[in-house]
């Protein structure tokens, strides 16, 4: 991915988000009217974000969705109940009642009504121009959201695919078939390609089991996002998923690191000890950089495809004419074509990157 | 703005998942597909250096071969040489051999005819002295017949020591 098409997705980013924003805020001046007419930058911010439930068809109350365990930690203990009780409420207007405690569904957000409250208030923040939550807090939240639920269904698919793929292996020994002669490819790729160049030959072993794990988790958890039908969920490009990602890579990057690594850091070779004063601050948050880096650059990109394809599809919801598919629907197939590509490249770099920092941890520096 | 917000119950979940998947995969995938693949991939090296080795051998087989066919060859050529040169040297051998034989039997030859020569000169010598012998005594017998004639040679013999 070349640094152009990273700044202009950020800025398509920073344009779309800026205007749901501002819609947002205007709709909630007007406080309790239905919204009639087709917010698209309100519907993309939606379709991108997390929510409670498996959303498939539909609208409002008529919409069929595949209702997901919420699993709070409130301070009375641990609360289980199902996100349908909510019945497709994310105004916060429905009240759940468990254990006592209220609980209210405010914009895919389950707040816990403090005590003696019987609705949610809201305020508006005048600096953010933000409408805030006046009575209620968050709980600890750990429910099966739709991202949690695609992440099962993502590792039980990996792993059939890569079980079946390895016990393949077992009963042939000579060319690979079926699916490893698909996948053997993308491991062997992994490995020759990635691993090998930026760590070193002596060293790649021990590292191969998570770049592969790391690169197929993305990849094909990229694709996940770029099935239609099934509300194309954006578990990649959500930045939870991706912290946590660039987490792992950090974490392995600092365990495995070795003495030249550290030295490099702390004591910068052939520089004049009064610049150590400016460099040792800069290379030791370089190390926090570059996860953070690993993380925008997964999560913006990611994001970035879903909120175009949403967009080419919106325009023939905001002009409200089937005669806008001619153009819409083209450039939808574009896009989605190119977010195949996108998938995969964006998984090779957040491997070889993964990659390019251990490499840097684990090298003999001579 | 929550949207950059990252949420805690998910990184939960992406953590436990991750974690999980990362230890059954490593165990029951990436090291019989790694394994299995370094397997096939040092199988096929070592085909490809026998395949090498083999034709290799071939080739020196070949030359083998070649070296032995050009030893052959050239032994054959010595052989051919060596037998002409015998021949040569036999027949040389030979003329040199009958020309001495008949130098030989030309010598032996002509010192029996000398012989023979020499022979028959003695022959000749004796039958000569012998006739001559006869002659002679035949004269002396006429000369001898009477004491006159006797007489007459004695004196003539005396004058002829008497000359001398």
């Known amino acids: 991915m070349t640094l152009n098409t990273f700044i202009n997705r950020l800025v398509l980013i920073v344009f779309v988000f800026g205007l749901s924003n501002g819609v947002i805020a205007s709709d909630h001046g ?111 939240d750990f429910s099966i959201t739709k991202n949690v639920f695609t992440l099962f269904v993502l590792a039980v698919l990996i792993l059939l695919i890569f079980i079946s793929v390895a016990k393949s292996y077992k009963k042939n020994d000579k060319a690979p078939k079926g699916l ?123 994001s970035a495809g879903h909120i175009i394809v949403i967009s080419l599809i919106g325009i023939i919801f905001i002009k409200q004419s089937v005669a806008w598919a001619g153009l819409s629907v083209p450039m939808t197939l574009f896009i989605s074509a190119l977010e195949l590509l996108v998938a995969a490249l964006q998984a090779y770099i957040f491997t070889m990157l993964s990659a390019l920092f251990i490499g840097q941890a684990v090298d003999d520096h001579h | 703005m929550d949207l950059v917000l990252p949420s805690i119950g998910l990184m939960f979940w992406t953590t436990l998942v991750f974690a999980i998947l990362l230890f059954l995969l490593a165990k029951f995938a990436w ?20 395949a090498e080795k083999a034709q290799k051998d071939m080739q020196e087989l070949q030359s083998k071969n070649e070296d032995l066919l050009k030893e052959a060859r ?54 000569v002295a012998s006739i001559s012998l006869e002659i002679a005594e035949r004269i002396l017998e006429g000369e001898l017949a009477s004491d006159a004639k006797q007489k007459a040679l004695a004196d003539k013999l005396a004058e002829d020591i008497n000359l001398n």
């Open chain 1, 30 to 140: 007007e406080e309790g009217k239905e919204e009639k007419e087709f917010n698209l930058p309100e519907f993309a911010k939606h379709h991108i974000k997390d929510s409670y439930g498996y959303h498939l068809l539909g609208e409002g109350e008529d919409a069929i969705t595949l209702p997901l365990p919420i699993i709070l930690w409130t301070d009375k203990g641990l609360v289980v109940f199902s996100s349908s009780e909510f019945h497709h409420d994310h105004h916060g207007h429905h009240v759940v009642e468990k254990n006592g405690m209220k609980f209210v569904n405010f914009h895919e957000k389950v707040y816990q009504l403090k005590d003696g409250e019987s609705h949610l208030k809201t305020k508006m923040n005048k600096e953010s121009g933000q409408l805030e939550v006046a009575n209620a807090v968050r709980p600890l």
């Open chain 1, 180 to 302: 490893a002669g698909w996948m053997e490819p993308l491991v062997v790729f992994v490995r020759d390609d990635i691993a090998i160049p930026n760590i070193g030959k002596s060293k790649y072993a021990k590292f191969m089991p998570y770049l592969l794990t790391v690169f197929f988790f993305i990849w094909i958890g990229n694709l996940l996002g770029l099935i239609p039908l099934i509300s194309s969920p954006n578990l990649t490009g959500s930045i939870s998923v991706a912290l946590t990602l660039a987490l792992f890579t950090l974490v392995i990057q600092l365990i495995n690191a070795n003495r030249g690594f550290w030295s490099h850091i702390f004591m910068p070779p052939g520089m004049p000890k009064i610049l150590w004063i400016i460099l040792i601050p800069i290379e030791f948050l370089g190390i926090f950089i570059k996860a953070a880096a690993l993380t925008i650059r997964l999560f913006a990109n990611i």
């Open chain 2, 31 to 50: 090291k019989p597909i790694l394994g299995a693949v370094k397997a096939r991939e040092e199988k096929i090296n070592n085909a490809l250096e026998a």
């Open chain 2, 74 to 127: 050239a032994e054959r050529d010595a052989m051919l040489k060596e037998s002409k040169e015998a021949a040569t040297r036999l027949i040389e051998e030979a003329k040199s051999k009958s020309k001495q034989e008949a130098a030989k039997i030309i010598e032996d030859a002509r010192s029996s005819i000398e012989l023979e020569k020499s022979a028959a000169i003695a022959e000749l010598k004796s039958q």
